[in-house]
């Protein structure tokens, strides 16, 4: 059975950083593209940022360009988010998911199969 | 960005009548190469993730209920319940796969009557 789990949240003020982790595991986790979304409480999904499947090909979306940084160490089956600069429209649930395509890049046109429960990320002096 | 549109934003239908939901890209998401629709449906119940429902504009994820059906190329897509069931109350979103940023609709919430 596939599972992602999310960690890392906390309640952070403005300008700190955070590094959330999502552990996998019930798939090989160096053979597929992972992605971190986003849903503010009550309202849509926004896609965060993805990595291939070797960790070489990263995207971010423009609300955090610049300012977060997508990894991954196949090694631990682990997939991070190192937030920085925080803003207070950085508080969300962030979710980690699974690409479907077999060693696919960030961008390969594919769906996602799977997606971790989510964890919260709070920004507030 | 491809802007994802949908409607309506809320439904509510009554046990075993059909919902129908729609979509729509600002953009085609139809790749002509292959003949494919990058567009899939999820379905979020409260306090749960996302889980996928329809991938390709109109393939059943395997163990998906075919109560759930889907249709739809280029710019125009649909989602029906065919006969609701009161485990199907859920906000359903599509979303976009054909470009990055992959983007999302608003969310349809369905209901029961």
Redesign the interface.
């Known amino acids: 059975e596939v599972q992602l789990v999310e960690s890392g949240g906390a309640l952070v003020q403005p300008g700190g950083s955070l590094r959330l982790s999502c552990t996998a595991s019930g798939f090989t986790f160096n053979d597929y593209a992972l992605?971190w979304v986003r849903q503010v409480p009550g309202k849509?999904?926004?896609?965060v940022a993805?990595i291939s499947w070797q960790g070489h090909s990263v995207?971010y979306?423009?609300s955090v360009k610049g300012r977060c940084t997508i990894s991954r160490d196949n090694a631990k089956n682990s997939l991070y988010l190192q937030m920085d600069s925080l803003r207070a429209e950085d508080t969300a649930l962030y979710?980690c998911a699974k690409d479907?395509l077999f060693r696919g890049y960030?961008?390969s046109?594919?769906?996602?199969?799977?997606?971790?429960?989510?964890i919260v990320v709070t920004v507030s002096s | 960005d491809i802007v994802m549109t949908q409607s309506p934003e809320s439904l509510a239908v009554s046990l075993g009548e059909r919902a129908t939901i729609n979509c729509k890209s600002s953009q085609s998401v139809f790749y002509n190469s292959n003949n494919k629709n990058y567009l899939a449906w999820y379905q979020q119940k409260p306090g749960q993730p996302p889980k996928l429902l329809i991938y390709l504009a109109s393939t059943r994820e395997s163990g998906v209920p075919d109560r759930f059906s889907a249709s739809g190329s280029g710019t125009d897509f649909t989602l029906t319940i065919s006969s609701l069931q009161a485990e199907d109350v859920a906000v359903y979103y599509c979303q976009q796969y054909y470009t990055i940023p992959r983007t999302f609709g608003q969310g349809t919430k369905v209901e029961i009557k």
Not at chain 1, 44 to 47: C, D, I, N, P, V
Not at chain 1, 109 to 118: A, E, I, K, N, R
């Open positions: 992605h849509g999904l926004e896609w993805g995207g979306g423009d979710y479907n960030f961008d046109s594919s769906h996602w199969d799977h997606w971790g429960q989510g």
